[in-house]
């Protein structure tokens, strides 16, 4: 609801992209085309023009748009074919496989559809509108759930994903001088989620020090870091409670809004800035369930200002994007909305949460009276 995001004030917004959705290995001449490395390639025009009138309204009004490059499994066999990872497990749980950078041609499809779009969607008259931010797939360090290739070692998955970044990196940077592309971890830290073993997922740490080891031995480059700090447990929003995110990020199981400065404290160290400067941080997707009972929605609202004014005080995070803005169906349970929903919708949006009112007075000069409310909830007396 762009017209209902555009009056909470929002500054940054996050949006699906699913390159299986882009391409046309067929050649419809009535599509989109772009010309790479002495070949023409087709995207599909609906697609990207519904995107278009989402960006342009966003970009418009001054919001920061962030585009999440996914990679879902199509029901074209060609587009498979091209896309989809080699490895890729028919069974794993959200049809969401890792890119393909296998051969040749999938390479060269991958580029030139992160080419298309970068000059698309970076033309200096915004035509189209503009995105800055390209987040490289979903919490990969739990590959087997958002970024499928298999049962899979850490080194390997963590090698592949490189050859992904780097090829985003060079085509976005080719149309844009200051586009960022970023990697993107859940809250796993010294521990994987435990969901998985360990060819299914991996400490975002251990993680991050090889990419960023094999990085260097590759030639550095300006890749960030899109991290989700969401609460120790998803079901419970009061993140001020997580024993799990403890201040050492050396040792710390998890990295919530409870220890984020840690995140930081981990990016300052010498061998992973980039030309001096340490890597920038988004907050691309966490948000605050609703818990059952009267207070519920008390607690959820009160949950997003303790983290607000968490990420507030610290220099070096560029946005809070929060999930969601309205409940969803299937999401196992979960009510992080702003708004309720239908009860016999996906996601329709029915009335506005407690928390909808909190999140239009952040960034204001109202904050502090907004969130009042909060102090008794989280515990405190004020908010330094």
Known sequence: MVDDAL???????ALNFNLSQLVDPRGDTNNLSWSFDGKTYR???????SLDQQIKKLSDHG????????????GDPEVRRLLQHPDYSTNCPNNLSAFNVSTPESRAWLEASIEFLANRWSRSDARY????NWIVGNEVNSHWFWANCGRVGMEKFADDYLKVVRLVHRAVRRQSANGRVYVSLEHHWNIRYPGGDAEQAFPGRAFLDYFARRAREGGDFDWNVAFHPYPENLFEPRSWKDVSATGDWRATPRITFKNLPQLLAYLDQSELKFEGRRRRVILSEQGFHTPDGPDGEVVQAAAYCYAWNQVAALDGIDSFILHRHVDHREEGGLRLGLWTRKPD?????????RIYEVFRMADTPRWKE????????????GWK
């Open 129 to 132: 509108g503009r995105v800055w």
């Open 345 to 353: 919708s996906v996601a329709t949006p029915e009335r506005k949460k």
């Open 370 to 381: 907004a969130f009042e409310f909060a102090l008794p909830v989280i515990g405190i007396r």
């Open 63 to 74: 919001v920061v748009v962030s585009l999440i490059l996914l990679n879902y499994v199509s």
């Open 7 to 13: 009056a909470l004030g929002i500054q940054h917004a």
């Open 43 to 49: 995207f599909q025009r609906a697609y990207v023009e």
